[in-house]
């Protein structure tokens, strides 16, 4: 593919559900980013992966963020028992190595009612 | 001190003009500086990046200026046209960008 791509674009979900929102980043690409864009706002770093490593996690809101990329590849963000503040857009963002330039995905728009 | 903080809001300028985005930090751990362009339903796109060691870095119409001292960086549009609108964020990283911190965005309009 030509770029980070993300899937579903929009999802809608009622409280209380979970759902699972997909990154395929650039191949070959190690590093991957996943941020969360509140409304009119700038993207707020969730989590940081170098191939499986998730290594910093520290902008994941809650325990009910969880994020996984088993393969080195694809990557998943799973949101459990989802809550209104949680509507937002979730960017993803790959990387070729650990430096350099981060090439970002159209996001997720998730909107929970 | 993790915050970055951008001014203006937004900004709106005729055609030829030359808007200005302003941003501060605090973490002087901070290492690198780039600025995103963000259109409507899609996802930021690199524009232009500075390390610490410079002032100024050109890369076609847009420069960045950048005051270690002072914590603060800025983004200026030489001959902005309608295309340049859009919305623009400053960054900040450290660790060789393993945790970018964002700035709240400057809606730009670029009128005809």
């Known amino acids: 593919g030509a770029g980070v791509s993300q899937s579903p674009r929009y999802k809608v979900a009622k409280r209380g559900q979970d759902v699972a929102l997909r990154c395929d980043p650039i191949?070959?690409?190690?590093?991957l980013f996943w941020y969360q864009q509140a409304l009119g706002q700038g993207p707020e770093f969730l989590t940081y992966?170098?191939?499986?490593?998730?290594?910093?996690k520290s902008g994941l809101p809650s325990d009910r963020f969880f994020a996984e990329r088993p393969e080195g590849s694809v990557s998943t963000l799973k949101i459990q028992r989802t809550q209104q503040e949680d509507s937002a857009v979730y960017l993803c963002a790959s990387r070729w190595t650990g430096t350099g330039e981060q090439y970002f995905g159209p996001g997720t728009r998730l909107t929970v009612t | 001190q993790q915050q970055v903080k951008q001014s203006p809001q937004s900004l709106i300028v005729q055609k030829g003009g030359i808007p200005i985005i302003n941003c501060a930090y605090e973490n002087t751990a901070f290492d690198y500086f780039p600025w995103y362009q963000q259109f409507p339903g899609k996802g930021p796109a690199l524009l232009i990046a500075?390390?610490?060691?410079?002032s100024e870095k050109k890369e076609g119409r847009f420069t960045i200026s950048f005051n270690k001292s002072a914590k603060q960086f800025s983004l200026h549009i030489m001959d902005s046209q309608p295309g340049d609108s859009a919305t623009y964020f400053c960054?900040?990283?450290?660790?060789?960008?393993?945790?970018?911190?964002f700035g709240p965005g400057t809606r730009l309009s670029v009128l005809p």
């Open positions: 960054a900040a990283s450290n660790n060789y960008g393993q945790n970018f911190v």
């Open positions: 191949s070959g690409h190690v590093s």
């Open positions: 500075i390390r610490p060691d410079v």
């Open positions: 992966f170098q191939n499986e490593a998730q290594l910093d």
